[in-house]
């Protein structure tokens, strides 16, 4: 049999835009792998807590990320991770990881890391849908569909709010979006389409509105 083309879509876009949802939605239809870079840092993160490392040094942060096994489950129904051997899937989802992952995430060192990570995992796969800060331009800038997901910042608060099911107040909702906005602005151009990425604001569009319209876009002719 011939083997399948490669598509690779990429989806980057500020927290609480809908990235996530997005991306298994499009990857459980047309049945391509599963890519959370995101998970990743959140992943290191973890694994610095756990082991009470200084997160106010970077040297510290980048030898735990250099010594840290991760493994990413590509499976858009199941996006299991496992650092170091623990399954750390719901343990990178709470709201302690979220305060510690844009100081993981300004180690440029650490980024670089990750990024030779990512790439080598959407080069294995050749199928797949990632998605997270720079995927579009960055990690994988040839990617046949590239997409900037934004949404009104209220819009993403309440999305937030809904996803963590009342684990974190509102006001920490609202100062992890902001704060994160900010400084990740430092070292990312999350904003602003670069050449070539479509933006896509969710505002207005409920979950299956988003994934219909991702599924439009590649159901055309792609470069």
């Given at each position: ?9 990429a989806?980057?876009g500020?927290?609480?835009?809908g990235?996530s949802s ?8 047309l049945g391509l792998?599963?890519?959370d870079t995101?998970?990743?840092?959140r992943?290191?993160?973890?694994a610095?807590?756990?082991d009470d490392?200084?997160?106010?040094s970077?040297?510290a942060?980048l030898?735990r990320?250099?010594?840290?096994e991760?493994?990413?489950?590509l499976d858009p129904?199941?996006?299991r991770?496992t ?7 719901a343990a990178?989802?709470e709201?302690?990881i979220?305060?510690?992952?844009s100081a993981?995430a300004r180690?440029i060192p ?6 030779g990570?990512m ?11 990632a998605e ?11 990617a046949?569909?590239?997409?900037l997901?934004v949404?009104d910042?209220?819009?993403r608060?309440?999305?937030?709010e809904a996803e963590?099911?009342?684990a974190a107040g509102h006001?920490r ?6 704060d994160r906005d900010?400084?990740?602005?430092t070292v990312?151009r999350?904003?602003?389409p670069a050449e070539?990425?479509?933006?896509l ?11 219909g319209?991702?599924l439009?876009?590649?159901?055309e002719?792609?470069?």
């Amino acid at each position: 049999m011939p083997q399948a083309r490669e598509l690779v879509i990429a989806i980057d876009g500020p927290s609480g835009a809908g990235k996530s949802s997005t991306a298994r939605g499009v990857a459980a239809r047309l049945g391509l792998d599963y890519l959370d870079t995101g998970a990743m840092y959140r992943a290191v993160s973890w694994a610095c807590m756990v082991d009470d490392v200084d997160m106010t040094s970077p040297d510290a942060m980048l030898e735990r990320a250099r010594g840290a096994e991760l493994l990413m489950g590509l499976d858009p129904t199941d996006p299991r991770v496992t650092v170091d051997g623990h399954d750390v899937t719901a343990a990178i989802r709470e709201p302690v990881i979220a305060d510690l992952v844009s100081a993981v995430a300004r180690v440029i060192p650490i980024r670089e890391l990750l990024t030779g990570q990512m790439r080598d995992i959407i080069a294995a796969s050749g199928r797949i849908v990632a998605e997270g800060r720079d995927v579009t331009t960055v990690v994988w800038p040839t990617a046949q569909l590239r997409l900037l997901m934004v949404a009104d910042p209220v819009e993403r608060i309440a999305r937030r709010e809904a996803e963590l099911a009342g684990a974190a107040g509102h006001e920490r909702v609202v100062s992890s979006i902001v704060d994160r906005d900010r400084k990740d602005s430092t070292v990312s151009r999350f904003g602003t389409p670069a050449e070539g990425v479509t933006l896509l604001d969710t505002t207005h569009l409920d979950l299956d509105e988003v994934i219909g319209t991702v599924l439009s876009m590649v159901a055309e002719p792609l470069g």
